[in-house]
């Protein structure tokens, strides 16, 4: 299977964690107006042992420490970084109030430009104090930056830009037909997904599907891909539930659709496109790459009529949906690499990833009685 990825780290849903330390804060830790006799507030016990084990874990963790400095850089005006993005939230949320993109796509890739022009600013100004350098290795810089600049730039724009994203995908249909294929697929969905491993099973699926909804409450795609993996593991796990029962890599993308099906979550769509658009092209190789992929395949065998299927692979849409896609991101990691060695690694293992997911689809394809009918 495909193993090698980003930088091995332990999962840890940062942006969900600072939503929910930001929902849970104790209103009676706000110091009212003193007045003569009156005694100090006590805080709640627990609200303040929450506060203390935030700022122990700030102090502590440097991926962190180093968000918490870049999310106060960006805002103080007078800095470099800070300046630009104050004037690219605020110039965005303008524009989001009257949406002049033309898709969705062009929208998030305008945001994943900005993240990366403002972390080379990041780094090329020397505003950060202490430098960033001194806080966290140097093969964990790159990741603590992104992680960062979801923070300041993704999370601040999160609600206007979910709102924006469903009425870009409202008003081209596509939000509609997903969910008119979702609903189609309900029925027989074994059969007409041609799924012939084990597949989770009812509780299974809602454990599936409980995080696939905590997936969309999250700003930083990072985390969402997390989630998505641990989907996608479920998934494979299952199909080796049946004692005796041999599979291939070629069997999971049925067995993924079927999941998907069952789970009904029509945003979906609009979640898979927020990952692939706004991931760095590191994150697109191993198993990130792999599932997420797979998930963006699926998407698309579960939209497809079974008489649009050919023998080469998905329909004509879907394939070149996924060569545009593949296009863009080398050059993204072309663009965003110096070194021509890691350059050439990158795009060798994207495409290495888009073969792997194609051959499993024509695998399908050619094995599933309903495709070419």
Not at 59 to 88: K, M, Q, T, W, Y
Not at 204 to 209: I, L, N, Q, S, Y
Not at 336 to 351: D, N
């Amino acid at each position: 299977g495909p193993l090698n990825g980003p930088p091995a780290m332990a999962i840890s849903f940062s942006s969900l964690e600072d939503e929910e330390a930001e929902s849970q804060l104790d209103p009676t830790l706000q110091w009212p107006p003193m007045a003569r006799g009156s005694r100090f507030p006590v805080a709640n016990p627990a609200s303040t042992l929450r506060r203390m084990s935030a700022a122990f874990v700030c102090v502590f963790a440097p991926e962190r420490r180093v968000a918490r400095l870049v999310d106060e850089l960006s805002r103080d005006r007078h800095s470099a970084f800070g300046s630009s993005v104050l004037e690219f939230l605020e110039k965005h949320r303008d524009e989001m109030k009257a949406p002049h993109w033309g898709s969705s796509v062009e929208l998030l890739q305008g945001l994943r430009r900005f993240l990366t022009q403002a972390k080379s600013l990041l780094l090329e100004a020397g505003e950060l104090e202490p430098p960033i350098e001194t806080l966290v290795p140097e093969n964990e810089k790159d990741l603590a930056l992104e992680k960062a600049l979801f923070g300041c730039v993704l999370k601040p724009l999160k609600l206007q830009l979910g709102q924006t994203l469903l009425s870009l995908h409202t008003q081209d249909g596509s939000l509609q037909r997903f969910a008119n294929s979702l609903q189609a697929c309900q029925e027989g969905a074994l059969e007409r997904l041609c799924v012939r491993v084990g597949v989770l099973d009812a509780r299974g699926v809602e454990r599936a599907k409980k995080k696939l909804i905590l997936m969309q409450r999250s700003h930083s795609p990072i985390d969402k891909v997390l989630l998505l993996l641990q989907v996608c593991k479920s998934v494979y796990k299952a199909m080796g539930g049946q004692p005796g029962q041999d599979f291939g890599s070629e069997d999971f993308l049925p067995a993924l659709s079927y999941v998907i099906v069952q789970c009904n979550i029509p945003q979906l769509l609009l979640e898979t496109e927020y990952m692939m658009e706004l991931l760095e092209p590191s994150w697109l190789t191993g198993e990130g790459g792999y599932y997420l992929t797979s998930v963006y395949a699926s998407l698309w065998l579960i939209q497809s009529q079974p008489g649009n299927l050919s023998t080469s692979g998905l329909t004509n849409e879907a394939q070149e949906s996924l060569r545009e896609w593949s296009r863009r991101t080398t050059a993204k990691t072309a663009a965003m690499t110096q070194l021509w060695s890691m350059e050439g690694k990158h795009a060798l293992r994207y495409c290495h990833t888009v073969y792997t997911v194609s051959s499993d689809i024509c695998f399908w394809i050619r094995k599933c009685p309903h495709a070419d009918k």
